[in-house]
């Protein structure tokens, strides 16, 4: 096999027709929803409600649905992680997020419907107050915009077409911003139905045509390091663990958090959640069983690319396109939800008051959200590691111990607390990250001083505020 190919020459038509054919049911699901968000709003004027919250329409099968499609844009970085440390991936992207998911679905999930929040910002001023919600959209923000989603798009389209990947993240995400505009949460939901059964379909396809050209557990046991099979996957256990801390973002996860706050009862939260889980299982076992073949097959290859050009020319003419249709909709069901809940951050939690059209600014939004990613891609030099590991540090370690306590002890962290405790986290982290070290220290990763310091404050701040409060009782 080649590592490395030109996509586009190597199709048949048939490929054509199929992967156009699955582009064409993706975007004719997308119009639905556009259309039934115009039925069904109810004055001259879309309301917020209806464009970012489906009307909290959502049922337990469209909730599984454009969640788990949500949660797998970042393809190409799994990929990355298999190809070079094998099994770690589905330790570090599988295992610790379904701890996360369960924890979730039975702790948090009704919780969350006592507020009739729109966005986590807004979850958070009603929890906390004011200044917290402010702080908590500017967290959100940039661990929501899709900069490694926007990446992987540009890499898809320069492994299909030859583009350069900046191209292809522009042109890319310029098309993505323009159809998720257009139709709302709606049109991203339906779309994501129809994404969800082609991703799920494409990666079990690769598994099924993998076992039968080259044999299971033996050959990939044969044709891979050793370590590759190990738990750490040769990195160190804190490297490893912090991934664990990294998962437990899904708590206050904004993408999470805003199906819920559609979804029609906390039922549908709970169930939709736990069955999610499941589907993520089979998906991870099926993408690293993919990406491991990779590695044996193509050794040489990109590890990043590795997975793609492997199945391309693994796979028969027609399950070709739909393969690469599948690794679309994996990219765009992510990117599209997450333009779409950053747009909504800047929109509905900084702007509201100062542009009454809630839909239009959100629309404006997307397409700045849309820019910043592609800078932050270039910024980030193309890692997806650096990407999750920077962004999900700083959203993880800032907000999850405060949001957490909040759920903890309801009333007793106040406005101020929890600005304090977020900000000077984010501090430490940065200032960690600066200064000089002992060696001993270098492998401590910020995210454990980021957590360790809000930590501190609430503890420390909040045994302040317990002894006033007893004070103030005894008279």
């Known amino acids: 096999m080649l590592s490395e190919l030109k996509t586009i020459s190597y199709f048949h038509w048939a490929d054509w027709l199929v992967f156009m054919g699955v582009l064409g049911i993706t975007f004719a699901a997308a119009l639905y929803g556009n259309i039934r968000l115009k039925k069904n709003k109810q004055t001259a004027e879309m309301t917020p409600l209806d464009y970012l919250l489906m009307g909290r329409q959502l049922t337990l099968p469209l909730f599984v649905a454009t969640l788990v499609a949500t949660w797998y844009g970042g393809i190409f970085g799994v990929n990355e992680i298999t190809f070079n440390y094998g099994i770690y991936n589905f330790i570090t992207q599988g295992l610790f997020w379904y701890a996360a998911y369960l924890i979730f679905a039975f702790f948090i999930a009704e919780k969350i419907a006592r507020f009739n929040s729109m966005t986590l910002p807004d979850l958070t001023n009603q929890m906390f107050g004011p200044k917290s919600a402010k702080v908590a959209a500017v967290f959100t923000f940039f661990y929501i915009t899709p900069v490694a989603y926007v990446l992987s798009l540009g890499m898809f389209l320069h492994m299909v077409f030859g583009l350069s990947v900046l191209q292809g993240m522009i042109y890319g995400t310029l098309f993505t911003c323009l159809y998720t505009a257009w139709g709302g949460f709606r049109s991203v939901v339906f779309s994501d139905l129809v994404q969800f059964f082609v991703m799920c379909g ?72 736990l069955i999610s889980t499941f589907i993520w299982f089979c998906f991870d076992l099926c993408t690293t069983a993919g990406s491991l073949y990779a590695r044996a097959v193509l050794p040489n290859a990109e590890p990043a690319q590795a997975y793609f050009f492997y199945s391309v020319q693994l796979l028969p003419i027609g399950l070709r396109g739909f393969f690469v249709a599948g690794i679309l909709a994996i990219i765009l069901s992510t990117l599209n939800s997450f333009l779409f809940i950053s747009s909504n951050t800047l929109s509905f939690d900084f702007f509201r008051k100062r542009f009454r059209n809630v839909v239009f600014s959100n629309r404006v939004s997307i397409f700045i959200v849309g820019i910043l990613a592609i800078i932050m891609a270039q910024l980030f030099k193309g890692s997806f590691k650096e990407i999750w590991l920077v962004l999900g540090s700083y959203f993880s370690a800032c907000l999850l111990v405060p949001i957490l306590a909040g759920y903890l002890w309801p009333h007793r962290i106040s406005d101020r607390l929890f600005v304090r405790s977020s900000l000077t986290s984010a501090a430490a982290m940065t200032a960690w990250r600066f200064i000089p070290k002992h060696e001993l220290l270098e492998s401590l990763d910020p995210f454990y001083i980021g957590v360790a310091t809000s930590l501190i404050i609430l503890i420390l701040c909040r045994s302040k505020y317990d002894k006033f409060f007893q004070c103030i009782t005894d008279r």
Do not use: E
Request: proline share 4%; net charge positive; aromatic share 14%.
């Open 202 to 273: 494409a990666v079990l396809l690769v598994v099924l045509f993998s076992l039968h050209a080259f044999g299971g557990l033996s050959f990939l046991k044969a044709n891979l390091p050793a370590g590759h099979f190990s738990v750490t996957g040769g990195n160190s256990w804190a490297n490893t663990l912090i991934w664990g801390f990294i998962a437990l973002s899904a708590l206050i996860d904004p993408s999470f958090y805003q199906r819920c706050f559609a979804a029609k009862s906390p039922a549908v939260v709970k169930k939709g959640v």
